[in-house]
């Protein structure tokens, strides 16, 4: 890993100074999507037993359907090569009748994230009320955006939540807050989607099993691909007739996939091995947070207390580094650098998401050894930054 390719020397422009930047080990932190399939997962899909999925005849896919089913307490499941192509295939199954209208929070990835999926293919309309931080929302102001029986409007037909709740920095929706949710939804009649795409993060960080989760919720979809380190895909469960509905609608979309037990090998190790590490990507999250705020600027900040799980929000004061320039200087290496850092004068990656924010996220390839180099570049640019001596 450690190439460096010194003889690459290429001026920078460095707030307003030239500066010689070289190359160092490169720490990516812009996504857990970014982990690669481990060994074992390897070796599991070199193995599988395969068969044509969209005839129901692949039997590792099978396996990763029923197992991932069991998993979070319900009765079925479909593999599918995406959360975005799970949770438009639930939005849809929940809301065949045209006219129909889906509640989501304004910050929520259905939202945000999907280009508008439920809308623009699946014909039905959003009611976006505001999440709060801690990626719920009120839910007085839900029960008050349930449409009427009244021919001038649509028909409210599902809600859709999400947890962890990736833009509101991986936080794990309370368990009281889920209570009160369903006693609601079940008295309105309406069944509530999850977008559980890290719904194991969540799980891990509050110590329950995740079927606990997502008891009352009539569907729950999850990413493999994330945090869990397998190459592709997402899994989709819930009852076995919202499942026959949800795999009409995989077809129509273009998701049945054929020999897919070579990709769904992968889930299944990930479902064996990597939901109960995914601990440490907390706790190295959580120190990142810590080692940030130990830099005493308040120019950068974490919100540590609020710090849940893989996903790690710094907040910087856009008048002393814009959020895009900070994240390109961390992933430049200068000369300086290397002479004051050595080995840890690292490129670390990180996403601009706000012009006051920037965002880092843990997964299983990110040691503690990478933490601790990330750290140093960090407070190494942070004075930079600062023009701190
Ligand atoms: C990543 C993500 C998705 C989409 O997952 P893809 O598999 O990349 O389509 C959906 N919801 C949330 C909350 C996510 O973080
Ligand atoms: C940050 O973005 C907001 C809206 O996108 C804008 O109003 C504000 O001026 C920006 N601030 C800085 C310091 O660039
Ligand atoms: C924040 O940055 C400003 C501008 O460079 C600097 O003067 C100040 O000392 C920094 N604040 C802290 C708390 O370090």
Redo the contacts with the bound molecule.
């Keep these: 890993m450690l190439v460096r390719l010194t003889f690459l020397f290429v001026r920078v422009r460095l707030f307003g100074t030239m500066a010689v930047s070289t190359r160092g080990r490169v720490i990516d932190l812009r996504s857990d999507t970014l982990s690669k399939p481990t060994e074992s997962m390897r070796k599991a899909m070199y193995k599988a037993e395969v068969g044509d999925d969209v005839l129901g005849e692949d039997p590792t896919v099978n396996a990763l359907e029923q197992k991932s089913a069991a998993m979070l307490g319900k009765e079925s499941g479909l593999f599918v090569p995406s959360s975005t192509m799970a949770n438009l295939i639930a939005m849809m199954a929940h809301c065949p009748e045209r006219g129909s209208e889906i509640i989501a929070g304004d910050k929520s990835h259905v939202y945000r994230y999907e280009q508008g999926g439920a809308s623009q293919v699946g014909g039905i309309m959003m009611c976006i009320i505001p999440n709060k931080p801690d990626g719920t929302f009120d839910l007085q102001q839900m029960e008050r955006m349930v449409r009427p029986d009244d021919i001038h409007q649509p028909v409210t037909s599902l809600v859709c939540i999400e947890n962890t709740h990736n833009i509101c920095g991986g936080k794990v929706l309370p368990l009281e807050w889920l209570e009160e949710l369903h006693e609601r939804t079940s008295r309105l009649g309406l069944p509530v989607h999850v977008d559980g795409a890290r719904i194991f993060n969540a799980a891990v960080a509050l110590g329950v099993p995740p079927a606990r989760l997502v008891e009352r919720s009539a569907s729950m979809s999850f990413c493999i691909s994330k945090g869990l380190g397998a190459p592709v895909g997402a899994v989709l469960v819930g009852s076995t007739p919202f499942i026959a509905r949800s795999r009409r609608l995989r077809k129509v979309l273009g998701g049945g996939m054929r020999q897919a037990g070579v990709i769904a090998a992968a889930g299944l190790v990930a479902l064996d091995e990597m939901v109960g590490r995914l601990a440490d990507d907390h706790r190295r999250a959580t120190a990142i947070g810590r080692a940030i705020n130990d830099f005493k600027?308040?120019?950068y900040s974490v919100d540590v207390a609020n710090l849940h799980t893989n996903i790690i929000f710094v907040k910087i004061?856009p008048k002393?580094v814009e959020s895009q320039v900070l994240a390109d200087r961390l992933a430049t290496v200068i000369e300086a650098e290397v002479k004051e850092l050595g080995e840890d004068a690292v490129e670390v990656k990180t996403y601009a998401l706000s012009n006051d924010s920037i965002r880092l996220v843990t997964y299983y390839e990110i040691s503690d050894e990478d933490v601790n180099a990330a750290v140093k570049k960090l407070h190494y640019v942070f004075k930079e930054c600062?023009?701190?001596e």
């Design positions: 600027s308040k120019n004061n002393v600062d023009k701190r």
